[in-house]
């Protein structure tokens, strides 16, 4: 299966700064990779899809990049509802798998 | 709006059957752009996706490998629902199961959720 790691494991970051977050796949996934969204007690909330696609309702301030076996989520400014975990998903093969995440923690 | 409701016991003893209900408000198990799944999310395993099912002309299943053997992800379409049954839990079962759609429309990435059901594997 294909695996995804994630990094860094815990970013620092204060309110209205950049956070620039890193998913590499084990082989190439092509642009078939996801991000969501997780805060405590909640499911996960769909982000990105294949790659930088933004479903209705993600904030403009979210924007994914890249390809093959390495990818970005950024990050433009956080806002205080954006302090959460973040996962990478691939859709490139089966089974479907996700990154460990990343959490985004206020400095 | 979509909505998915999950039910079904938080507390299930080793070697017995865990079962778990997800009721769709909102939409249809039966549309053909759609799939119908069942992920897991504990510490030691982190978020797994372990299966689902959809109608493209006929109901089709697909499995996680690690528990192909145990699974069963079924549609009822007389409740607009689908369930998730797993056999012979032991304790590594453990952990929050959620209920999910995938549509064509975002990539079949999975665009909403339940809110999830905590099961223990106890005895």
């Known amino acids: 299966e294909i695996v995804l790691t994630q990094s860094p494991g815990t970013l620092s970051l204060s309110p209205g700064e950049r956070a620039t977050l890193s998913c590499r796949t084990s082989?190439?996934?092509?642009?078939?990779l996801g991000w969501y969204q997780q805060k405590p007690g909640q499911a996960p909330r769909l982000l990105i899809y294949d790659a930088s696609n933004r479903p209705t309702g993600t904030p403009a301030r979210f924007s994914g990049s890249g390809s093959g076996t390495d990818f970005t989520l950024t990050i433009s400014s956080l806002e205080p509802e954006d302090f959460a975990v973040y996962y990478c998903?691939?859709?490139?093969?089966?089974?479907?798998?996700f990154g460990q995440g990343t959490r985004v923690e206020i400095k | 709006q979509v909505q998915l409701q999950q039910s079904g016991p938080g507390l299930v003893k080793p070697s017995q059957t865990l079962s778990l209900t997800c009721a769709i408000s909102g939409d249809s198990v039966s549309r053909n752009s759609a799939a119908w799944n069942w992920i897991r999310q504990s510490p030691s395993r982190g978020l797994e996706w372990l299966g689902r099912?959809?109608?493209?002309?006929?109901?089709?299943?697909d499995y996680a490998e690690s528990v192909k053997s145990r699974i069963s992800v079924n549609p009822d379409t007389s409740k607009n629902q689908f369930s998730l049954q797993l056999n012979s839990v032991t304790p590594d079962d453990t952990g929050v199961y959620y209920c999910?759609?995938?549509?064509?429309?975002?990539?079949?990435?999975?665009?909403?959720w339940g809110k999830g059901t905590a099961v223990t594997v106890s005895s």
């Open positions: 998903q691939q859709r490139s093969d089966w089974p479907r798998t």
């Open positions: 099912t959809f109608y493209r002309s006929k109901w089709s299943h």
């Open positions: 082989q190439s996934v092509g642009s078939w």
């Open positions: 999910a759609r995938a549509q064509d429309i975002v990539g079949d990435y999975m665009d909403v």
